[in-house]
């Protein structure tokens, strides 16, 4: 469903701007990758307002987001099936608490992870070269470690979230 809108928005971005520079593959792909966050963050609010976990969803959207920036991590091939995953897993983090115990564990487990595997799969995802990856990895180290100051729980549960999906299990 994203794919198809997303043609049918290139197609007539360029009938109506027809020398506009990007192709219509190029219009596409980006619009594809604008519907699938749009997609993801308004299924997610909307059903956080009824679960009431609104502030728990935004936090976890928005760590999620931000440690990704810098680790990588699995892409599915399909963009709705990122929107219904992604909302699942936004929704049900936001129904995880975690006294102060598991929430350091968790932020453990989560810099144990990023030493491991990160960056993991963002060599075309990027324009960050290669030679900067080890500082991403410190980076996002640093990030997640900023948790054993704040011990969110509901940041800690999604810096772990997003950290397992840096693991490659086909190697």
């Given at each position: 469903?994203?794919?198809?809108?997303?043609?049918?928005?290139?197609q007539h971005i360029k009938s109506v701007v027809p020398d506009h520079p990007a192709s219509?593959?190029?219009?596409?792909?980006?619009?594809?990758?604008?519907?699938?966050?749009?997609?993801i963050t308004g299924l997610t609010l909307v059903i956080s307002v009824f679960t009431g976990h609104t502030r728990e969803v935004v936090t976890i959207m928005a760590a999620?987001?931000?440690?990704?920036?810098?680790?990588?991590?699995?892409?599915?091939?399909?963009?709705?099936?990122?929107?219904?995953?992604?909302?699942?897993?936004?929704?049900?983090?936001?129904?995880?608490?975690l006294d102060h115990k598991w929430t350091m564990i968790a932020t453990i487990m989560?810099?144990?992870l990023i030493l491991l595997f990160a960056p993991a799969g963002i060599e075309n995802q990027t324009r960050i070269p290669p030679k900067y990856f080890p500082l991403l990895k410190v980076l996002?180290?640093?990030v997640v470690g900023l948790n054993f100051y704040f011990s969110d729980p509901v940041t800690a549960v999604s810096f772990l979230s997003q950290t397992i999906l840096l693991i490659n299990f086909r190697r």
């Open positions: 469903m994203i794919e198809p809108l997303a043609l049918r928005m290139a219509v593959a190029v219009l596409q792909h980006a619009l594809a990758v604008l519907l699938n966050m749009v997609f999620f987001a931000f440690l990704r920036q810098m680790t990588g991590g699995l892409h599915l091939k399909s963009g709705m099936g990122c929107v219904a995953v992604s909302t699942l897993l936004f929704t049900g983090l936001s129904f995880i608490v989560s810099m144990l996002a180290l640093c």
